[in-house]
């Protein structure tokens, strides 16, 4: 018989998760290590005053990634965690108190669009006929193929080019609708993953596409609630979980991994697969000689995702108007996002996205409470603000805001924690406080990103959002699918 390869995942947000159950029921002993007190990564979960807030991503999409890791053990994924669809996906709110209720239904979508411009119906329709050929190249295709030789690049090239992907998202829109409030309507998903939808690659039009084919889902008890569940999956089929273990060194001898060092002790690992941040993976945890293909030099010049700008708060009364989710768009579009990406600068004025996860799951407050998150986009750490000196203040402007939709909100609020790209990057070691990692261009998109099979270190591997395909639940899913084709079996 021969000794049982060993494998160690360093991370546990949802890249890490999948990635450490597929290696488990690939036959390797698996370890996964977590630096922080509770697995999940930015998936992690406040609780407060008898409120639990899910700290980051809060919406499901491709819910068959999810059931394809409890099939892996011959599980069904009801009897860890039950999702449940949310509709309308999202309610969009304009600054002149304008509202687009977006879901799945297409009579209802076209009832909406015809709402704000009759007109833009027809060029709807071609839209959606666009995202599904966009949707069935990117995401079913190449989702989870590995980007590992310039050649797999050159391969798909011809269909990139033919869908237009140098164009940006918002162009893409713009070709089929003319009101504007449509034109923000469909092209916002890239504020999702990071992006900016004046720069992104119209590649990322397919979020429009896979919602709609999926839905949006959310999982009751919180986010949070799905993690518990790939823990439990993970820890049945033997693997181990080890919390507040922060990873010092991977070791690397002769451009091969041979695990890593932890507390000043070196761990023994065949395979070892990083679900931190890539960037500092690279500049912190490997030594500059064994990574030609990403020194720090090249890292620093890359272009990162936006930071984050989160209050989650609980209120003593409920909001039963809600949507579980708000999209606030503010009077600048165009404009605010150029300060927040090109400026990085802080700006008067802000968009934002309301979570209301109590409309649909009441246990996660006490009874009569309501529970939220509040997030803005905002310059990452490379912007130079004052966190310190800026958070409450912007902090009230944002509640304030907020105020149009939920009457008197700031006497009700009884609990309040915020969150700035200075604790991404204290909390979370995300470089430059991004919060998706590398911004979702065209140039920093499949063969461009790091490779989720490292090019210079023989048994390193990359899941998350700082690798192929990219940010998102079901791009980092994604990202630890791709092992399936890479990993030695």
């Known amino acids: 018989m021969s000794k049982q390869k060993k494998a160690i995942v360093i991370g546990s947000g949802f890249g890490g998760l999948a990635a450490a159950i597929r290696l488990q029921a690939r036959g390797y002993q698996t370890q996964l290590l977590e630096m922080r007190d509770k697995p999940g990564g930015r998936a992690y979960v406040y609780e407060q005053d008898g409120f639990k807030f899910d700290a980051g991503p809060t919406i499901i999409t491709a819910p068959f990634l999810i059931d394809e890791l409890f099939a892996l053990a011959g599980k069904k994924t ?16 304009f600054s002149d108190g304008k509202s687009f209720n977006y879901t799945g239904d297409h009579e209802k979508m076209e009832a909406e669009v015809r709402r704000f411009n009759p007109e ?28 590992s030789t310039i050649w797999d690049m050159i ?151 936006m930071g984050l700008f989160l209050i989650y708060f609980g209120t003593n009364r409920t909001y039963p108007d809600l949507a579980h989710h708000t999209i606030i768009l503010g009077p600048r579009y165009k404009g605010l996002l150029d300060e927040i990406f090109t400026a990085k600068t802080l700006a008067a004025d802000f968009s934002l996205y309301l979570h209301a996860p109590t409309r649909t799951d009441s246990s996660l407050a006490p009874e ?33 805001s907020i105020e149009t939709l939920c009457p008197d909100l700031r006497k009700h609020i ?17 470089y430059a406080g991004s919060a998706f990692q590398f911004e979702p261009i065209l140039t920093q998109s499949a063969w461009f990103r790091p490779h989720n099979m490292a090019e210079d270190i023989e048994g390193l591997y990359f899941v998350g959002a700082g ?21 030695p079996k």
């Open 78 to 93: 009801e009897d860890y965690v039950k999702i449940v669809p949310t509709d309308p996906f999202y309610r969009i709110v």
């Open 155 to 305: 391969k798909v090239a011809p269909d990139l080019i033919k869908l237009a992907s140098h164009e940006s998202v918002y162009k893409l829109v713009s070709r089929h609708l003319k009101s504007d409030y449509l034109r923000q309507v469909f092209s916002f998903h890239p504020l999702l993953v990071g992006g900016n939808p004046y720069q992104s690659s119209s590649i990322y039009g397919m979020i429009h596409y896979l919602e709609r084919k999926w839905g949006v889902h959310f999982a009751m008890g919180g986010t949070g609630a799905l993690v518990n569940g790939f823990v439990r999956l993970f820890q049945e089929m033997g693997g181990e979980l080890k919390l507040n273990t922060r990873v010092e060194k991977i070791i690397v001898e002769e451009q091969k991994v041979k695990g890593v060092i932890v507390d000043g002790k070196r761990i023994e690992a065949d395979v070892v697969v990083s679900n931190g941040d890539t960037a500092n993976t690279y500049r912190k945890l490997i030594d500059a000689a064994y990574r030609p293909s990403w020194t720090n030099k090249r890292i620093e010049k890359m272009r990162y995702s």
């Open 414 to 430: 009884v609990t309040q924690r915020i969150l700035t790209p200075l604790d991404f990057e204290k909390q979370l070691d995300a």
């Open 368 to 400: 009569g409470h309501e529970c939220f998150y509040v997030l803005s986009p905002v310059p990452n750490l490379q912007g130079k603000i004052d966190w310190e000196k800026e958070k409450e203040g912007y902090a009230q402007k944002i509640l304030e």
């Open 120 to 147: 833009d119906v027809p060029g709807y329709n071609r839209f959606v006929e666009k995202t599904e050929r966009i949707f069935k190249r990117a995401f079913v295709d190449l989702a989870d193929k590995a980007f």
């Open 467 to 487: 690798t192929h395909p990219g940010a998102g639940v079901p791009g980092v899913l994604s990202s630890a699918k791709v092992l399936e084709e890479i990993l």
